[in-house]
């Protein structure tokens, strides 16, 4: 069965760089989103993407993140100088749109020192 | 702004038991959804709800819609062990895709 991949599993950064958060979608997505959950928290949406363009976007996604789809596959999330409190599980999800559902990724778990 | 309740935060229960997890939200929503999250684990989908009176139901798990009262609920029958995780419930506001979260109701299935 098809499944949302992300690279990598963890990722370990010191406050102040960059780091990019990679995405596999479902092939035949349409719809790409980011999510984050801090530690013990409720799952909290960054954006969705759609047509080569960002969709919506929540406040969280300030100018520090933006994201990209480089190729026909992969979709980025990039963060430019990360802040402790940036330290969290990020999911990415896809979806065709039509049906409704958001198939989650693994998850990378940034920890930002 | 959507927001999105849940309760009980917290439920421990028998084996064998039935219990019913509640999530309001507070806003018309096109969309409700359900998802299971163990424990260092990504989102699993359980039910997306598209409208009012919708009924879904997949082994012990059985979910339904009230759009009037915006009220969604998740229903186990005869827990078992397995089902112990994290249970999410998720709204969509009108025209958009994006899910605004409850804040998760930690389920414990116990002998």
């Known amino acids: 069965e098809p499944e949302v991949t992300q690279t990598p599993s963890h990722q370990v950064t010191q406050m102040g760089q960059e780091v990019i958060l990679r995405c596999v979608p479902i092939s035949n997505h349409l719809y790409f989103y980011w999510y984050r959950q801090i530690l013990g928290q409720k799952v909290e949406f960054l954006v969705s993407f759609y047509n080569n363009e960002i969709s919506e976007k929540s406040e969280i996604f300030d100018d520090q993140f933006s994201v990209e789809r480089p190729d026909g596959s992969n979709f980025t999330l990039k963060i430019r100088s990360t802040k402790l409190e940036d330290s969290a599980m990020y999911f990415c999800?896809?979806?065709?749109?039509?049906?409704?559902?958001?198939?989650f990724g693994p998850g990378t778990r940034l920890t930002v020192t | 702004e959507l927001k999105v309740e849940q309760n009980p935060l917290f439920l421990s229960m028998q084996e064998g038991k039935n219990y019913t997890i509640y999530c309001n939200y507070s806003?018309?929503?096109?969309?409700l959804y359900w998802y299971r999250q163990d424990p260092g684990k990504s989102l699993e989908s359980l039910f997306v709800?598209?409208?009012?009176?919708a009924v879904k139901q997949e082994g012990r798990l059985m979910a339904s819609l009230d759009t009037k009262a915006r009220l969604s609920t998740l229903h186990i029958t005869a827990a078992v062990h397995d089902l112990s995780a994290t249970y999410f419930c998720a709204a969509s506001g009108a025209g958009s895709y994006q899910l605004t979260f409850g804040k998760g109701t930690k389920l414990s299935v116990i002998p």
């Open positions: 999800a896809s979806g065709t749109g039509g049906s409704y559902e958001q198939y």
């Open positions: 709800l598209l409208s009012n009176g």
């Open positions: 806003t018309t929503s096109d969309r």
